[in-house]
């Protein structure tokens, strides 16, 4: 059984505050990861995607994978209100085109 | 360009009846997909297309649950007869390649 584990948090950050979501996953042959932001009742929005293990910058988003642990992050820098909402970590076990496995969720509250 | 069209946005129906949903994935993309999500879970695949051929349905509960897509574009998933366990959102997703983009998804009460 393929699993992505999130801590569900809920995790709450001030506004300005660096706010840090982990992700583990079990199937080591996994090939590409993302980050999905949901909004209450909205659906999920891709916000960053990696491939290669090591650091991925987009904008105030960086995403950090590490292959050997299984363990892929998303840092948010300069965190504002905006920011609060469900990340959803998922992973592609395989090649394109394959479905996403998808974590349960880590709930972020951004308090100003 | 034209995202992942859904509809209905919402439906409220009766254990035991029966259910269908739409998607129009954005042009070009060859894979579709469609996601059950349950409250406070992420989305667990249900089925995956490639044009209009099965990829993945090994999740999908065949004895309730169908989907086709005809002509390898719009896609319909069904539900009959439907159980209480299948309030969730339903999300079509579709994609040229590893990036999966979603619908707005269809919310369902069963009741």
């Known amino acids: 059984q393929k699993e992505v584990e999130q801590n569900s948090g809920p995790l709450s950050v001030p506004e300005g505050a660096i706010a840090s979501l982990n992700c583990t996953y079990s199937d080591r042959g996994s090939q590409s990861f993302f980050w999905y932001r949901q909004y209450s009742g909205k659906s999920p929005e891709l916000i960053m995607s990696?491939?290669?293990?090591g650091d991925k910058e987009d904008g105030r988003f960086t995403a950090q994978l590490n292959k050997a642990s299984q363990y892929v992050s998303l840092l948010i820098r300069d965190s504002q209100p905006s920011d609060s909402a469900t990340y959803l970590c998922a992973v592609n076990p395989n090649q394109a085109g394959t479905a996403l496995i998808f974590g349960k969720g880590t709930t972020l509250s951004v308090s100003s | 360009e034209a995202g992942v069209a859904q509809s209905p946005r919402y439906k409220i129906i009766e254990k035991r009846q029966s259910v269908a949903f739409w998607c129009n994935p954005i042009?070009?993309?060859?894979?579709l997909y469609w996601y059950q999500q349950i409250l406070g879970q992420g989305p667990k695949l249900l089925i995956q297309?490639?044009?209009?051929?099965?990829?993945?349905d090994s999740q999908l509960p065949k004895d309730r649950f169908s989907a086709e897509r005809l002509k390898g574009v719009d896609s319909t998933l069904k539900i009959q007869p439907a159980k209480l366990e299948d309030s969730a959102v339903y999300l079509c997703?579709?994609?040229?390649?590893?990036?999966?983009?979603f619908g707005a998804g269809t919310r369902l009460s069963v009741l």
């Open positions: 990696i491939y290669s293990n």
């Open positions: 297309f490639q044009n209009n051929g099965v990829v993945d």
């Open positions: 042009s070009g993309h060859a894979t």
């Open positions: 997703a579709s994609s040229l390649s590893t990036i999966q983009y």
